[in-house]
């Protein structure tokens, strides 16, 4: 059971264009979400979060929204770069056994042309 | 670097064989998680430990074992490997109070 979907494999987008990945979930009890990014050979890194009590949060050209009636999470990249060029993952965090962990999405790669 | 170390970056091995993956957590960091990557797969969270004792499983197959040593590293044994194990296996650790992991380079494992 995937209780964190990202149902685009893949997005391409036009340098200084926006990016929007989306991301769906299941469990009401997820409590903080995360988004990830990673390079080739290289492990995920942390870009950006918003707990569940907001419904935005902004980074620079980084904006994640969080609609909790509707379970969904998208990240905003505003204006894409081609050093953006990523797959990017969502994760949820659920407390089991008294300890955080994080339930990650399948991922969705991001191509930004130049 | 992001101050997770992962050992080796490249494993090849034949099916049926046990192989050790090695992870150094951050200084000072006491939660370690390992995750599997496989072809168009997300990261499959498979077990975690904190200072020393597990304190959560995903889904790690009864031929996958870890443990995590005084000195804080872990290591992820697998066994009887088959060519579906095929995967990036990625080791994540986190301080207490933050709520990001950090994730070493991950450990690239192909089965023959």
């Known amino acids: 059971d995937q209780q964190v979907k990202q149902n685009s494999p893949s997005l391409s987008v036009q340098e200084g264009r926006i990016s929007i990945l989306n991301c769906d979930y299941t469990?009401?009890?997820?409590?903080?979400f995360l988004w990830y990014k990673k390079y080739p050979a290289e492990g995920p890194t942390f870009l950006i979060s918003?707990?569940?009590?907001?419904d935005k949060n902004e980074d620079g050209r980084f904006t994640v929204f969080l609609n909790k009636s509707a379970k969904h999470l998208s990240l905003h990249i505003v204006p894409s770069q081609p050093g953006d060029s990523a797959v990017y993952f969502c994760a949820a965090s659920v407390i089991t056994s008294g300890t955080y962990k994080y339930i990650f999405g399948t991922g969705t790669r991001l191509k930004v042309l130049a | 670097d992001s101050g997770v170390t992962q050992t080796p970056k490249h494993l090849i091995t034949a099916t049926g064989q046990r192989v050790t993956l090695r992870c150094s957590p951050r200084s000072g960091d006491l939660s370690v998680y390992w995750y599997q990557q496989s072809l168009d797969q997300g990261l499959q969270f498979l077990i975690q430990y904190y200072n020393g004792e597990e304190r959560a499983k995903g889904n790690i197959l009864e031929r996958f074992s870890a443990q995590q040593f005084p000195d804080l590293h872990s290591e992820l044994n697998l066994s009887s490997l088959e060519l579906g194990d095929s995967a990036l296996y990625f080791c994540a650790s986190r301080g207490g109070g933050t709520y990001g992991y950090t994730f070493g380079s991950g450990t690239r494992l192909t089965v023959v």
């Open positions: 918003i707990s569940s009590i907001k």
């Open positions: 469990n009401s009890m997820f409590d903080y």
